[in-house]
């Protein structure tokens, strides 16, 4: 998608990166995770309640891919409304990182047990002197499994990284039904918390590429929820774009940037460090927030 002035409302230049804001029609964005129900349902009460939607959606400027923002816009779906305010990068950018959720396990079950439970699911469970789990992902090793002292390969043939994911949330539910905790974490945080004794297993994930991430959503192949870790240097926050001004369905996309262009150019934005608190939420990249 080309960058012109009818294509986006406000432009933001950091360092490595440009962040474009736009209206947009929802229906020319392809989100590459799948949806959890109850966190669309969420969004939509929060949306409902704050009569706008407060931070835009990020996606790939060319090929319109949903990076980050999956809930928001099958909130807005759920709402009847057509229209949801995005934030365009380039998504070659090196700058932009995919990296992976691993699973963390942590219950009362001895950690061998977890190995048993996966088992049960009918998968292979195969014990391995190489740490590396570079392989992950590529058939028939669906992930690994990490625990203090020994690794662990998951085998399960599968066609593609979409199989492969269902094989992980089919062992995610085996293990919480058998009373286990499973969490996301980052790849350093949980391989962290299984060295300091803060979870009994660790399940690691394949490794996705941006080519890999944009080939599944064209191809409407949602992955998994948290089988990809965006890490995108800068974001917008607070932009908070009224429901009211979504809903003019009588009115163009240019019509409606230009009037967005108007409504930000009058406020005030400040930029925030990585690690600063938005409304309860810690970021890890650069913020540009809106200022009422």
């Known amino acids: 998608m080309p960058r012109t002035s009818k294509t986006f409302a406000y432009a933001i230049t950091e360092g490595r990166l ?14 590459h995770e799948e949806v959890i129900p109850e966190l ?15 931070n835009p959606v ?15 816009v099958a909130a807005l779906q759920k709402l009847g409304i057509r229209r949801i305010p995005v934030c365009l990068v380039d998504y070659r950018n090196p700058a932009i990182r995919v990296l992976s959720w691993y ?16 088992k049960k699911v009918g998968y292979t469970v195969e014990k391995t002197e190489n740490s590396s789990v570079k392989d992950v992902g590529h058939s028939p090793m669906a992930a690994a499994l990490q625990l203090r002292e020994q690794t662990f390969l998951i085998k399960s043939s599968f066609k593609d990284l979409q199989e492969a994911f269902a094989i992980i949330s089919r062992i ?53 929820w948290k089988a990809t870790r965006h890490v995108i240097p800068a974001r917008p926050l607070n932009v908070n774009v009224p429901l009211a001004l979504l809903t003019r369905d009588e009115k163009s996309l240019a019509q409606l940037n230009k009037e967005l262009k108007y409504a930000l150019t ?17 970021y890890d990249e650069e913020l540009y927030v809106f200022e009422e």
């Open 172 to 224: 995610e539910s085996r293990l919480k039904a058998a009373g286990l905790t499973v969490r996301y974490e980052t790849e350093s945080d949980a391989l962290d918390g299984l060295e300091k004794g803060w979870v009994d297993a660790v399940i690691c994930t394949p490794k996705i590429s941006k080519e890999e991430i944009i080939q599944y959503a064209l191809k409407n192949q949602a992955l998994a």
């Open 40 to 54: 669309r349902d969420y969004l939509v009460r929060s949306i409902k309640a704050d009569r706008c939607v407060k």
């Open 103 to 118: 699973r963390t396990v942590r219950g009362s079950l001895d950690p061998d047990q977890v190995v048993l439970q996966i």
């Open 58 to 72: 990020i996606v790939d400027e060319r090929s319109l891919v949903v990076l980050d923002g999956v809930h928001r």
């Open 18 to 31: 440009r962040l474009d804001i736009a209206i947009l029609d929802i229906s020319a964005l392809h989100p």
């Open 266 to 282: 009058g406020r005030q934005l400040t930029r925030l460090p990585p690690g600063s608190v938005v409304d309860g939420r810690r």
